[in-house]
Antibody, heavy 119, light 107 residues
């Protein structure tokens, strides 16, 4: 079955970092870019960046540059999103999402990972 | 940076046509897609490349893009269509840009 499976919900303290994983199943891992998108409680969708799974090359939204890193492990078909310097404003559901054949839109979303930042 | 503007909310009676707009500078020069997000669920693609419906999306969903405004229309709106809807484009400088989202209420 074609799906993206994400790691479970986590609680982090302010100043800490978080690493969210996203494992791809049922399709050719190398054929699709992966986006990371987050959604704060009651808010809209916010694009964070995109990664090419085969090369690990990533482009990040300007507002996250310097504290975000996206990586890829082709041996396990798993993507990772690492965000450091967490504040309460980073409390959100984090989605990994498959790009539709370099078309710039998403045709498959993961279930989301809730990251709560609280002291 | 590029911006997309959506109305925060749209209301429609069951069976009527709902229209959700998405505005941006020279938007007609870009491909617009739309996502539906029901409460507590991940978004679902309902329209891509302005007017193409993914497999499994009902024919009552249609899309258009002209000038500075793209529109997602839902004809014969049903209660199950009540959700948040987001437009999105790919911009050469900002990569992916989402609109702020529109809450569609069917009442």
């Amino acid at each position: 079955q074609v799906q993206l499976v994400q790691s479970g919900a986590v609680v982090k303290k302010p100043g800490a970092s978080v690493k969210v994983s996203c494992k791809a199943f049922g399709y050719t891992f190398s054929s699709h870019f992966i986006h990371w998108v987050r959604q704060a409680p009651g808010q809209g969708l916010e694009w964070m960046g995109i990664i090419t799974p085969t090369t690990g090359s990533a482009n990040y939204a300007q507002r996250f540059k310097g504290r975000i890193t996206m990586t890829s492990d082709t041996s396990t078909n798993t993507l990772y999103m690492h965000l450091n310097g967490l504040t309460s404003a980073d409390t959100a559901v984090y989605y990994c999402a498959r790009d539709a054949n370099t078309a710039g839109y998403v045709d498959l979303w993961g279930p989301g990972t809730l990251v709560t930042v609280s002291s | 940076s590029y911006e997309l503007t959506q109305p925060p909310s749209v209301s429609v009676s069951p069976g009527e046509t709902a229209s959700i707009s998405c505005s941006g500078d020279k938007l007609e020069d870009k491909y617009v897609c739309w996502y539906q997000q029901r409460p507590g669920q991940s978004p679902v693609l309902v329209m891509y490349q302005n007017k193409r419906r993914p497999s499994g999306i009902p024919e009552r969903f249609s899309g258009s893009n002209s000038g500075t405004t793209a529109t997602l229309a839902i004809s014969g709106t049903q209660e199950m269509d009540e959700a948040d809807y987001y437009c999105q484009v790919w911009d050469s400088s900002a990569f992916v840009v989402f609109g702020g989202g529109t809450k569609l209420t069917v009442l």
